[in-house]
């Protein structure tokens, strides 16, 4: 009898070792499976749209887009619409057609928290942009959003700046141009370019 329940000691003792030793693997998969679900790219335009444009490319953070233009709370609007990451490409210097593209991708952790910060922009135009600024629909390819279009200006040498602001999924654009040849058919072909990570 005492040989019998050691005999049934040691078979409960393996089978649990066997079990662990089965279900580490599906353990292990699933760890691997979380680890190994990169983010999604972050694009940027590849080159400039008007040759000779000096190339900077920076990170951005909520905290880094706190104080653009006058809108206040940027910082904890981005963390609340859930802001995983962004980065940023300027182009600019002397050009008689664009003098600065900027290319900005932000990257949430939803569609809808894309679109949460998109209707924050368009809800504070203003505070963005300038007075009179004008907003309307933009619509390309598989991205939709907003063009905001600075208020005619009668300056000499006044080159306008225009902006728009678009979604796709989880990551949001914010395209800008500004020189002597910015215009809307413009902007549209600027975000026509090849873009890469």
Not at 11 to 19: A, K, Y
Not at 109 to 118: I, P
Request: net charge neutral.
């Amino acid at each position: 009898m005492h040989l019998s329940r050691v005999s049934a000691c040691v078979i409960v003792t393996l089978s649990v070792m066997m079990s662990s030793a089965c279900a580490q693997p599906a353990q292990t998969a699933t760890s691997a499976s979380a680890s190994g679900s990169a983010l999604a790219p972050i694009r940027l335009l590849q080159s400039s749209p008007t040759p000779g444009l000096a190339a900077t490319t920076v990170d951005v953070t909520p905290q880094s887009l706190e104080h653009e233009g006058t809108v206040k709370g940027v910082a904890n609007e981005l963390i609340s619409a859930g802001f995983v990451a962004g980065r940023q490409r300027t182009f600019q210097g002397p050009s008689k057609d664009l003098t600065l593209v900027r290319d900005r991708e932000l990257l949430f952790a939803s569609a809808e928290g894309a679109t949460t910060y998109l209707n924050f922009v368009r809800s504070h135009a203003t505070a963005y942009f300038g007075e009179a600024t004008g907003v309307s629909t933009l619509v390309h390819g598989s991205r939709t959003g907003s063009l905001f279009l600075p208020p005619e200006c009668a300056c000499h040498g006044a080159n306008p700046v225009l902006t728009a602001v678009l979604t796709d999924g989880p990551h949001l654009s914010w395209v800008t141009i500004n020189g002597p040849l910015a215009t809307k058919e413009r902007l549209q072909e600027v975000l026509r370019q090849p873009t890469h990570e």
